[in-house]
């Protein structure tokens, strides 16, 4: 071992085996001559060279490379343990409080797409599933990432970029546009397009994409949830909603503000709502069965019989 050291007086902070020098370090107090590569050192000593190993003057392994082994260890737990839900099953994540396709009362989950969902995997495949409500984005990110391997969603180009369809459109959606009825009687039962949408100030939930992508132009600003909407148009703070009219529908009646609210049919073709998969998903397999599941539902009438409990008429 040579002995053509320098001096050095940086702080030492760790010793790594490598092929950039070798030096003396303190470890518990005690000087220890190292051979690797050190961010650093106090009163130790430095040199350019290169070792294959980390040892003390007496030969032994330094106490260091047994923390570096467990840092290690910790850092391939972190990257290569499957998400904590992969042994309890499959989780489906859904929008907080966007009623009727999803939302919570107590520990209960409950809705249109959580009927669904317990249609298509526990009672036609007899899988384990949990279901969980979420604020939209975070929902969305736990698709993407793949902490989550289902969820209910319109088509559009950035959830195909984390997601694929299982099985076409299962929810009909279709916009509806909601003003105060003391201001829009008289466009009671007119249809009208979104080209006539240009000069209000129009509001909608945040996530739509729909309206994103429909809306020409206008002030367009979002609400976190339903019913943050419905208040903001009551106080006037936008001059109209463009969302979809089941979910506003119900959300009115909870508020029990049905008769403050005129909703205008919107014209142009419906979108559908996808159930749609993670492309991170360990449950990739599945897919040919869930199809298959759904096409069943169809054929069945089942999918057209849990539809028809939420579905709720104009009103008059």
């Known amino acids: 071992m040579s002995e053509n050291w320098e001096r050095c007086d940086r702080p030492c902070a760790m010793a790594v085996d490598s092929d950039h020098g070798d030096g003396d370090s303190q470890i518990g107090g ?7 590569w050190a961010l650093g050192c106090s009163k130790g000593r430095y040199r350019a060279g290169a070792s294959a190993t980390c040892r003390d003057e007496g030969g032994r392994l330094l106490p260091v490379l047994k923390h570096i082994a467990i840092w290690g260890l910790q850092a391939l737990l972190v990257f290569f ?17 966007y009623r009727p396709y999803s939302w919570q009362e107590g520990t209960q989950v ?17 899988l384990a599933v949990e279901h969980r409500v979420l604020p939209w984005a975070r929902a969305q990110a736990d698709v993407s990432m793949g902490n989550a391997d289902f969820f209910f969603a319109v088509e559009t180009p950035d959830r195909n970029l984390f997601s694929r369809p299982i099985g076409g459109g299962l929810i009909p ?5 909601f003003v105060r009825a003391k201001d829009g009687e008289e466009l009671s039962g007119a249809a009208v397009s979104l080209e006539a949408l240009c000069s209000p100030k129009t509001g909608a939930v945040r996530g739509n994409g729909w309206v994103r992508k429909h809306l020409p132009c206008g002030t367009l600003s979002f609400a976190n949830s339903p019913q943050a909407l419905v208040r903001m148009l009551l106080l006037k703070r936008t001059d109209l909603i463009v969302d979809d009219g089941l979910m506003l529908r119900s959300t009115a009646r909870q508020l029990q503000v049905e008769n403050d609210l005129l909703e205008i049919p919107l014209k142009g073709e419906s979108v559908s709502i996808q159930f749609r998969i993670s492309l991170k998903s360990q449950h990739q397999a599945l897919i040919p069965q869930l199809e298959k599941a759904i096409d069943t539902m169809r054929v069945d009438g089942t999918l057209k019989k849990i539809l028809g409990r939420y ?3 104009l009103r008059p």
């Open 311 to 313: 579905a709720e008429p």
């Open 81 to 97: 343990v499957p998400p904590a839900h992969a042994d309890a099953g499959i989780l489906v994540v859904y929008a907080e409080q």
């Open 110 to 126: 409950q809705g249109l797409e959580v009927e669904l969902a317990e249609e298509i995997l526990q009672r036609r495949m007899g």
């Open 173 to 177: 959606w279709r916009a509806s546009v």
């Open 30 to 36: 005690a000087p220890q001559r190292f051979h690797g």
